[in-house]
C-alpha cells in the first residue's frame, strides 16, 4: 500500500446500488453518453460491498474527524433494489457512521417507483429525497420517457404528492431540473414552484467541447438568457423557493463560498462508489470519454484516505491553480471557477479549457451582478442595511437546525439563544452578535467545522453575557483562546472541558482542570464625535480569513490607544472633508474595526459589509482619500451572499 499525504477531505460519497434505469432520458449521461461502463456492472450493489463502504468511510470519518458526511443512494435508479435491500443499506450506512460522524443520508431519484413502503424506509433512517423533473408536462416529456416511450410526469407527480403529505414533508429535499433551451423558462419555473419543493436546482445538461450542448438560433448565451428569465421570475415571486444556483452566485459575488460543485473554486469532496465497489471521481466525468471516471481502486483493497490522494481526484481541487488560463484571465473566475469540471473537456486538450458553457456562465453571472446591483443601489444603506445582515444569520443559523441540535451541547444552546431572541429586552444583544460580520464568514457551514458546536456555544455565550440573562453552558473547548464575538478572549490553563455562568453581576468561566476563571482580556473600543461607538476587534480568530492581507496580533495596551486614536481623528478628518457624509448612508456603515500588519492600507472585510481593516500604520489622511473608493466596491447584493447550509454535489438523476 502506498504512503498517501494530507489531501482536502471528502466529505461526500454518491453510493451506486443499482445500475439500471426505469426511465430512458435521452439527455443522460450515464446511458447516452461517452462512457458505457454500466453494461460491465452488477445490476445491483451486494450486501457485503456496502458493508465494506460502510466501514472504510467510518474509519475515514474516524481519522479526519469529519463533523458529518453525506452518503447519496443513487444509480441508474436506485428505488429499483425495492424497499427491502433499501433498508439493509440505510441500516449498514447508519450502524457504521453514525457512532463516529453525524450522516447525512439522502437519495437522488426519478420519483417513478416511489411508494409508501420506501417512505417507511426514508421515515426510519431520516432518509432525504431529491426528485429529478424538468418542469411542466410538456417540458419533462421532452425528454425524460420510460423504455416504451411513455410520459413519467404523472407517476413523478404522484412521489411529489407523497412526499408533500406532513408525514413526509421534512423527507423532501428538492427538485432537480435539467435545463433545455427548448422549454418556456418561466412556464418551467411556475410548474415546479407551483409544487411548493424545499428547494430547485437547475442543472446545465452535461456536454464537452466534443460534444457540445444545444443551442437555440438567434443568441450567443441561451443559456444565461434561460437562467436569467428564471432569475427575474424568482425575484418577481418574492425568492419564496431557494435555488442553489442563484444563491451560490449571490454567495460568490459577495466573497461567500461555493454552494454548488458546478461553479465556484472550492475543492471537490466528493467520491462515488460503484456498484462493484470500484471507487470513481466525479460521475460526471463520464459524459467526457469512457473511463474518464475510473480510478483504479476499489474499496476492498483501498482506503477513502488512498482515494483522496489520487491524482484525478487531487486535481479538482486545486482552486484558481485548476482552471486554464483563460478562466484565470475572467474577471467571473470567483463565482464561475470554470464551471463543471466535465464541461471542460476536449479531446485536444483534455480539461484544459474554459466550459463548453463559459459565454453563457459569463453572461449569467454579469446579469446577475447587474440586476442586484440596480436593486440595491435603490436600497438606503444603514439601519437597512444591517437589519439584513442579522436576518441573513438567523436564517443561516435556523437553516441547519437539525444538524446543529444534533451536535455535542447543540440542542442546550439552541435552547437558549431562541429564549433571549424571543424577549424584546434581550433581543437586540442578540442582534449585536448575529451581526458581528465575522461570523458570517462561517454561519452558512457551522455544522460542518471542526468545533463548530464550540463556536455555537460561544456565540450564544455571547448573546447571554451581552443581555445579562441568567445561565450555565458548558462545552468541549478545542483551543485554549476562547472567544466571546463582540466581548472578548478568555486564555485557558488547557484546551477541555469549560463551565460558563453568568449571573447579573458578570460572568466566569472555569475550565474542568483548573478551578480558577482563565485570563480575560476585552476588547476595545473608539467612540467618535458623533457618539458612534466602533468595536475594535483585533483578536476574533475568524477576521484572519476575512482580508487578502495579514492581520495584526493582538495590540498592546499602548499600541491598542495609538491605534484607537487615530481611528478617532481619521473619521474626524473625513467628517471635516466630507460634512455629513457619515449620516447620510453614502459612507461604509462600519460597526468594526481590526487592525492589519504594516503597511496593509485600509481593506473591507470579505463579507463587504460592517468590518473596516486599517493597518497599524494607516494615516488619517489615508483614510479620508480612500474610505470613498472602497465604498464603491462593496457588493451591493452582498448580505444576499449566503443563503444555504453549505456547498453541495448534486448529481444528475
Excluded at 407517476?155 to 423527507?171: C, D, I, K, M, Y
Amino acid at each position: 500500500m502506498r504512503a498517501v499525504t494530507t489531501a482536502p477531505a471528502l466529505q461526500q460519497l454518491v453510493l451506486k446500488v443499482h445500475s439500471r434505469c426505469d426511465l430512458a432520458c435521452d439527455h443522460c449521461y450515464v446511458y447516452e453518453h461517452a462512457d458505457q461502463s454500466w453494461t460491465r456492472r452488477p445490476k445491483i450493489i451486494s450486501q457485503d460491498t456496502v458493508r465494506q463502504v460502510a466501514h472504510s468511510l467510518a474509519t475515514y470519518a474516524k481519522e479526519r474527524e469529519l463533523a458529518t458526511v453525506s452518503v447519496i443512494l443513487h444509480g441508474g435508479e436506485p428505488l429499483l433494489v425495492g424497499p427491502l435491500r433499501l433498508r439493509g443499506i440505510c441500516e449498514a450506512l447508519t450502524t457504521a457512521l453514525a457512532p463516529v460522524t453525524a450522516l447525512d443520508l439522502r437519495i437522488h431519484t426519478n420519483g417513478v417507483q416511489l411508494g409508501p413502503r420506501h417512505l417507511e424506509v426514508f421515515r426510519e433512517f431520516d432518509v432525504k429525497v431529491g426528485i429529478s423533473l424538468d418542469g411542466d408536462r410538456a417540458a419533462n416529456d421532452r425528454h425524460r420517457l420510460d423504455r416504451r416511450g411513455r410520459s413519467s410526469y404523472d407517476r413523478v407527480l404522484r412521489a411529489v404528492e407523497l412526499l408533500r403529505t406532513p408525514e413526509n414533508r421534512h423527507l423532501f429535499a428538492g427538485l432537480l431540473c435539467t435545463v433545455d433551451v427548448e422549454n418556456d423558462p418561466v412556464a418551467v419555473h411556475d410548474a415546479l414552484t407551483a409544487l411548493d419543493p424545499p428547494r430547485i436546482d437547475y442543472l446545465l445538461p452535461h456536454s464537452t467541447w466534443d460534444n457540445p450542448p444545444p443551442r437555440t438560433d438567434g443568441s450567443p448565451t441561451p443559456y444565461a438568457d434561460w437562467l436569467l428569465a428564471v432569475f427575474d421570475r424568482w425575484e418577481q415571486q418574492g425568492r419564496k423557493v431557494p435555488v442553489r444556483i442563484f444563491e451560490s452566485v449571490l454567495s460568490t459575488l459577495g466573497g461567500g463560498p461555493s454552494l454548488t460543485e458546478a461553479l465556484g473554486l472550492a475543492p471537490s469532496d466528493l467520491a462515488v462508489v460503484e456498484t462493484d465497489g470500484t471507487f470513481e471521481q466525479a460521475d460526471s466525468l463520464k459524459t467526457a470519454y469512457d473511463g474518464a471516471a475510473e480510478t483504479g481502486y476499489d474499496v476492498l483493497q483501498h482506503s477513502f484516505a488512498e482515494l483522496a490522494d489520487h491524482p484525478g481526484v487531487r486535481k479538482r481541487q486545486l482552486g484558481i491553480d485548476g482552471v486554464s488560463d483563460t478562466c484565470r484571465a475572467c474577471p467571473v473566475v470567483e463565482s464561475c471557477g470554470g464551471g463543471l469540471y466535465a464541461h471542460r473537456y476536449s479531446s485536444s486538450r483534455g480539461f484544459d479549457n474554459p466550459s463548453v458553457f463559459c459565454e453563457d456562465l459569463r453572461a449569467f453571472i454579469e446579469g446577475v451582478t447587474e440586476r442586484v446591483e440596480s436593486k440595491a443601489a435603490a436600497v438606503r444603506r444603514g439601519g437597512e442595511l444591517r437589519f439584513s445582515y442579522v436576518e441573513l444569520s438567523r436564517r443561516l443559523i435556523t437553516g441547519q437546525l437539525e444538524r446543529l441540535v444534533a451536535l455535542p451541547g447543540g440542542e442546550e444552546a439552541w435552547r437558549l439563544l431562541a429564549r433571549l431572541d424571543a424577549d424584546e429586552r434581550s433581543r437586540p444583544h442578540v442582534d449585536a452578535v448575529l451581526g458581528h460580520p465575522y461570523l458570517l464568514t462561517v454561519l452558512s457551514s457551522l455544522w460542518l467545522l471542526p468545533g463548530g458546536n464550540a463556536l455555537l456555544m460561544a456565540l450564544t455565550a455571547a448573546a447571554a453575557v451581552r443581555a445579562g440573562t441568567a445561565a450555565t453552558l458548558s462545552w468541549d473547548q478545542p483551543h485554549r483562546e476562547l472567544h466571546l464575538p463582540t466581548l472578548g478572549t478568555v486564555t485557558l490553563p488547557e484546551p477541555g472541558r469549560v463551565e460558563l455562568t453568568v449571573t447579573d453581576e458578570g460572568f466566569q468561566i472555569r475550565s474542568e482542570t483548573d478551578t480558577e476563571p482563565g485570563r480575560w482580556r476585552p476588547l476595545g473600543s473608539v467612540e467618535l464625535a458623533d457618539g458612534t461607538s466602533l468595536l475594535v476587534d483585533d483578536a476574533d480568530p475568524l477576521r484572519r480569513d476575512s482580508y487578502s492581507v495579514p492581520v495584526a496580533p493582538p495590540l498592546a495596551p499602548a499600541d491598542l490607544d495609538a491605534f484607537r486614536e487615530r481611528v478617532r481623528a481619521a473619521f474626524g478628518l473625513l467628517e471635516a472633508h466630507r460634512p455629513g457624509r457619515l449620516d447620510d448612508g453614502d459612507m461604509l456603515d462600519v460597526t468594526t474595526v481590526t487592525p492589519l500588519a504594516p503597511g496593509a492600507g485600509l481593506r473591507l472585510g470579505s463579507h463587504g459589509y460592517a468590518a473596516l481593516g486599517l493597518a497599524v500604520d494607516f494615516s488619517p489622511e489615508e483614510f479620508a482619500r480612500e474610505l470613498p473608493g472602497l465604498r464603491r466596491r462593496i457588493l451591493p447584493a452582498a448580505p444576499d451572499r449566503v443563503t444555504g447550509p453549505g456547498r453541495e454535489t448534486v448529481p444528475h438523476a
